[in-house]
C-alpha cells in the first residue's frame, strides 16, 4: 500500500522507547558510552513515573535501624514468593547506591533534622522480618514520583540526550534473534521513522487501561508488551495485576500508601478498623493484595459504607491520634500532614470536595500495576523463551518488564526502586553490547508493517476506539479483577475475542495525518486487546491463588505445582503456555501472614 | 447534566482559520472538563484533538484556556466551569503558543527557555559516598518551586510573555528559582547572568496572572520577587 506519510531513516547505536524513569535512567547511562535515542509517545515530562507519590524504598537506616536482608525479605513474602530470590537481592543492595545516585543528581528529598534522606513507613516494609512497620521509604512530600521523573530529565539535557518527543512506536525490527531497530510514528506530522539500532530499551509502562477503574494516565496501554506479543515473543506472568487499596470511588486516582504509613487507617460503615482482623499484626499497612481483597470482603459482607461498594480512608488527625497509629505513636497534626501529603489532600478537595483532614474519604481498589510483563533477567535482557535464552540487543525494564522482583504481588515503592535499579542495570548492559558489535542489516521495507497498519485504520470501517475500549475495560473489571473463577474468565476470553473481531473493522473519523490522537486511541486499543488477552488467559491457567491472583474455585496457594512463572506466547492465533522456575536463594516458601 | 461547549478548532489541513464548534454533552456534574472532552471525542467526533495523559493534575498536558483562563482541564469540575461560563464553558488553546490542531499548541518554544536556565543541579564538587546533607529549612527554601510540573499555564498567560515571545517567562524563572535556590547548586551565577539579561526577569511586570493560572498553586510571582531581589542585593 503507498503511504501518505513521508518515511525517514535515523541510526543511533542505542534506542530506548519510554521517558519515564526507567527510560531515562537507562539513556543517562548509555547516552554516557554510545548515541542514544529515546523516543515516547508523551513528552518524557508527562510519563507516567510522575504520578508516583508515596516513596522509593532503601535499607538506609536514617530513621532507625534497618537491613538490606530485611527488606529482601519484605519484597519477597509480598511477592507471595513468586519473587525471583536473586532479582530481589539485587534490587535490595542496590537500592541504597541508588538513592543515594538520585540525591547526587538533583533529587530534592525530604530530609531528617540532621539533612539525611527522610523516610517514612510503607506497606509490608518491615523490621526483623515481619516484626513492625520500619521507615524505609525515602520521598519528596507526596510527589515523589514526580522529583525522580523530573531530576532524571534534567539531568538528561544536561547530557545531551536526543530526545524524540510523541513518536509512537509501532514495531521492533527483528533480524532472527537480533534487534535491528523500530519503527516510530510521529504524531504531530504523522510521519514514518525507521530507527535503525544495535540495541533497543523497551521502558514503555503498564496497561492499566485494560481495566475501567484505574490509577493508570490514559496513556498506559502496554504498547511494549503488545509488541512483544505480536512478534511471538513470551510474556511472563500476566494473571498478576495488582489493585492498590485506595483509589478515590468511582475516579480510581491514587490516595498514597504514604496517607497510612503517617497513621491513616481504613473504616467500615461500621467504623471499625477492619484491617486488625485480616493482618492483626501491620494492619492497614499490610500489603496491598491483602487489604484489596479486605476491603471487598467487607463490602460484600455488607460493611461496606451505606451498605454501598466502597469504605474510608481516614487521615483525620484526631482519628490517627485516638488510635496512635502513626509512627511510634505519636501525635500528629493538621498542618504536619498537610506538608506530607498535600497532593492527595488537595485531590479529595478537588474532586470529592471533601477536606480529607476533616471528613473521611470514600475510597474502593483501583487497577494500578502489572507484576508480569516482558521477560528479562538481572541486567535486562530480554529471553525469549523458559530457557533464559536473550534476544540479542534487547532490553526491557520498568513496568513494561518482568525480572522478576515483584512475584505475585509488588510492594509499594518497589515500581520506583524497580525503575532506577534495573534502568540502570539495562542502560549499562546495553552500553557494553552496543561497543562490541556492529549494527545488524535492516530487513528491507522495514516500515511496511506500520504503513499498512496505519492506511488500514485511516481508511477503515465502521467500528471505532471507544466503544470497543469501554466494553473491554468492563470485562476485565467484572471478571479479571481482585476475584476470578473459571466460568467468569472464560466469558472475558470468549469477549475479548468478539472485541478483537470487530476490531478487524477499526477505522477513524480524523482520517488526517497532523496530530492524529484519533488514530493513537486506535493503535492504543490494539495493545490494549493484546496485554488483556495475554491477562485473561493466564489468569484463567493459573489454578492457584497467589499474591493479586484470587480464584475462588482455586483459593489456596498451591507450591506443589505453581511454584513457577507462567510463560505464556500467541504464535499466529494460538495461546500456548511454558513455565519456568522460580529462583530461591535463602527463603524457602512459608505461609503469608501478616 | 447536560451542558454545552463552546470549542475553538483549528485543522491545519482543512481549516486556514480557525472556528468555533458547539457540543452539548451528557456528563456529571462532578465530572472534570476532560471528560467532557473525552465525551466529545468518544461519542460525537473523534477528531477533537488535545493532549491528555494523567487526568488527576499531575502530568501537564492538558493545560488550556477554559473560560478566558489557563487551567488543566483535568483539574477543573464541569459544574464549577459551567456556572461561571454562564451556562457554556468555551475552550480555546493556551495564547501565544503556534497551534498545531484543535486545543494542541506547539510546546517547543516553551522548552527551548526552559533548557536555557540551565534546568539541571550543577555540583562537580566529588560527591560522599552517602547523600549530601540538606538541613530541612535549607530544602524548604525551594519547596514550592519543585513542584512546578511545566504545563505552560504560568507562561501562556503572561502579558509580558504574550508582547515579547523572547522573554523566558515564569515557567523558566521557577525553574531557575528551584536550583538557585538549592544550597547543593553550584550554578547560580550562571544561571542569573541568564535572568539578568534584556530577555530575563527584568521584563516581569508583577501582573500575578502565572500566580493566578497556576494549577499547582505555586507562588510564582514570589518565587520571580525572589530571583530579581537576589540579583538586586548584588550577593552572587
Known sequence: MVSRSRIHRHQFEAVIVGAGGAGLMGALYASRQVPTAVLSKVHPLRSHTGAAQGGI???????????????????????????????????????????????????????????????????????????????????????????????????????????????????????????????????ATGDIHVF?????????????????????????????????????????DMEFFQFHPTGIYKLGILLSEGARGEGAILINDKGERFMERYAPTIKDLASRDVISRAIYREIREGRGIGGRDYVYLDLRPETINRYRSAPGGRTVTAEYLESKLPDIIEFARVYLGIDPLKQPVPIQPTAHY??????????????????????EGFYAAGECACVSVHGANRLGTNSLVDLVVFGRRAGRHLAEYCRGTDFPPLPPEPEAYTVELVERIRNGGKERAAPIRAELQETMQTYVSVFREEEGLKAAISKLNELRARY???????????????????????????????????????????GTHYREDYPKRDDQNWLRHTIVYRRGREVSFDSKPVV?????????VY | ????????????????????????????????????????????????????????????????????????????????????????????PLLALPVIKDLVVDQEPFFRKYRQIMPYLVNDEPPPERERLQLPEERARFDDTTKCILCAACTAACPSYWANGEYVGPAAIVQAHRFIFDSRDRAAEARLKVLNEWFGVWRCRTVFNCTTACPRGIQVTRAIEEVKALLRSGRI
Open chain 1, 504 to 546: 478487524e473493522n477499526i477505522g477513524v473519523d480524523d482520517r488526517g495525518l497532523r496530530f492524529n490522537t484519533d488514530l493513537v486511541e486506535a493503535l492504543e486499543l490494539g495493545s490494549l486487546l493484546d496485554v488483556a488477552e495475554a491477562t485473561a488467559y493466564s489468569a484463567l491457567y493459573r489454578t492457584e491463588s497467589r
Open chain 1, 196 to 236: 535503525h539500532a544495535k540495541a533497543v530499551l523497551f521502558a514503555n509502562g503498564g496497561a492499566g487501561r485494560i481495566y475501567k477503574i484505574t490509577s493508570n494516565a490514559l496513556s498506559l496501554t502496554g504498547d511494549g508488551m503488545a509488541l512483544v506479543w505480536r512478534r511471538g515473543l513470551p510474556l511472563e
Open chain 2, 1 to 92: 447534566m447536560k451542558v454545552k461547549l463552546r470549542i475553538q478548532r483549528f485543522n491545519p489541513e482543512r481549516d486556514s482559520r480557525p472556528w468555533w464548534a458547539e457540543y452539548e454533552v451528557d456528563v456529571e456534574e462532578t465530572d472534570r472538563v476532560l471528560d467532557a472532552l473525552n465525551y466529545i471525542k468518544w461519542h460525537i467526533d473523534g477528531s477533537l484533538t488535545y493532549r491528555r495523559s494523567c487526568a488527576h493534575g499531575v502530568c501537564g498536558s492538558d493545560a488550556m484556556r477554559i473560560n478566558g483562563f489557563n487551567r488543566l482541564a483535568c483539574k477543573v469540575l464541569v459544574r464549577d466551569m459551567v456556572a461561571e461560563g454562564g451556562g457554556t464553558i468555551t475552550i480555546q
Open chain 1, 370 to 391: 502489572a507484576m508480569g510483563g516482558i521477560p528479562t533477567d538481572l541486567d535486562g535482557r530480554v529471553v525469549r523463551d523458559a530457557n533464559n535464552t536473550p534476544v
Open chain 1, 584 to 592: 530461591i536463594t535463602h527463603w524457602p516458601p512459608k505461609e503469608r
Open chain 1, 57 to 187: 524504598a532503601a535499607p538506609l537506616g536514617n530513621m532507625e535501624e534497618d537491613k538490606p536482608e530485611w527488606y529482601v525479605y519484605d519484597t519477597i513474602k509480598g511477592g507471595d514468593w513468586l519473587v525471583d530470590q536473586d532479582a530481589a537481592e539485587v534490587l535490595a543492595q542496590e537500592s541504597v547506591d541508588a538513592i543515594i545516585e538520585l540525591e547526587h543528581l538533583g533529587m530534592p528529598f525530604d530530609r531528617t533534622p540532621e539533612g539525611k534522606i527522610a523516610q517514612r513507613r510503607f506497606g509490608g516494609h518491615t523490621r526483623n522480618f515481619g516484626e513492625a512497620p520500619v521507615m524505609r521509604a525515602c520521598h519528596v512530600a507526596d510527589r515523589t514520583g514526580h522529583m525522580i521523573l523530573h531530576t532524571l530529565y534534567q539531568q538528561c539535557i544536561r547530557a545531551g540526550v536526543n530526545f524524540f518527543d510523541e513518536f509512537f512506536v509501532t514495531d521492533l525490527i527483528l533480524d532472527g534473534n537480533r534487534v535491528a531497530g523500530v519503527v516510530a510514528l510521529e504524531i
